[in-house]
Structure formats: structure tokens, C-alpha cells
């Protein structure tokens, strides 16, 4: 069986969009990929079947201001955790200081 | 950055286990793809980092009699809205008849 959440592209495109602005003291795939985690935990998920309408629907997000809106807050949310948590091995535990 | 939503396995073999009971017209990729998504777009994601981390939440979810019940009431429910409205090739349309 194969389906799609397309949250999965979209929540992907404004972490790309916006790394810079999120200031995270790490930006490594493990990090990354908590944010990405812990953001699409926090979203309605959008499956589909037909991986063909996933171009269509990443056009709709992203065509919706509010809706992005809404994505890039959950984000940089989720950015503050992990910044704060970082769980990788490159960022010194801020609390050993 | 590669992420899982658990919940997709814990679907899937929900729907492997109870395929015969969900009485469905058809059971082609097409459907059982329709009724997994349908599903998933009903249950809160349970994305993770590390993959590792997917059979032990796994185990959780067969271990939760509770949450198990829950998942299968959404599968039936799914199956139900599929086998009425089958969107693949395979089922003359019912309301042709």
C-alpha cells in the first residue's frame, strides 16, 4: 500500500524557505528533521493516493497566505524546542556551560 | 530529511488483519490505498526521527487494546465509504444498474 502526506512537502518547503530566519544554533538533518517531526505532529495530516495531485495541493498551500501562516508558526515553534533540546551530538549541551 | 508517521504502519496492519472481515466489493491496490489514506487523514500523525524507534511504537499500538479498537472503527468506517463510492476501474459503477 502506498499513499502520501502531502503536510510532508508543504511543513518541508517553509522549513527550506525560512531556515535562516529560524535561528537555530543547529541545523543538521537530525535537527531538521525533529523540527519537521514535531511540526507535522502539531498538523492535520493530508494523504492522497494519487502522488499526481500532490504537485496540485502544494500549489494550494501555497497559494494560501493564512494557511502558511499557521505552517510557519507551528514551525518555528517546533524550531525553539529543538534549538532549546538539541538531541544531536554537534550542538554542546547548553546546560554543561 | 526523512520522517515516518507510525501510524501508517500500525494502519496498514490493522487492514492486512481484518481485510476479510471489511467485506469490501473490491480489495485492488487502488481501494485498499483509498481506505488507508481515508484512515490516516482521521488519526492523529505519530511522525518519528529515528526509524529504529518504529517497531517498539508499533508493539505499543498492538499492545493498546483501547487504541487498537479505535484505529479498527476508523478502518471499517473508511472501508464502508470506499466499497459505496469505489473509485478504481475494477467495480461497475452500482448506480448503473
Redesign the interface.
Known amino acids: 500500500?502506498?499513499?502520501q502526506?502531502v503536510m510532508?512537502i508543504v511543513v518541508?518547503d517553509v522549513?527550506e524557505k525560512y531556515k535562516k530566519e529560524l535561528n537555530m544554533s543547529c541545523t543538521c538533518?537530525?535537527c531538521?528533521?525533529?523540527v519537521?517531526?514535531?511540526t507535522?505532529?502539531n498538523?492535520?495530516?493530508?494523504?492522497?493516493?494519487d502522488e499526481a495531485n500532490s504537485a496540485y495541493i502544494r500549489a494550494i498551500h501555497q497559494a494560501d497566505r493564512q494557511g502558511a501562516t499557521a505552517i510557519l508558526t507551528k514551525v518555528a515553534w517546533a524550531a525553539g524546542v529543538v534549538a532549546e533540546n538539541p538531541r544531536c551530538e554537534n550542538v554542546k549541551n547548553p546546560s554543561n556551560e
Do not use: C, F, G
Not at 43 to 49: D, E, K
Open positions: 500500500m502506498k499513499v502526506n510532508e518541508k522549513i538533518d537530525h531538521m528533521n525533529d519537521l517531526a514535531m507535522l505532529n498538523l492535520s495530516p493530508q494523504y492522497i493516493v
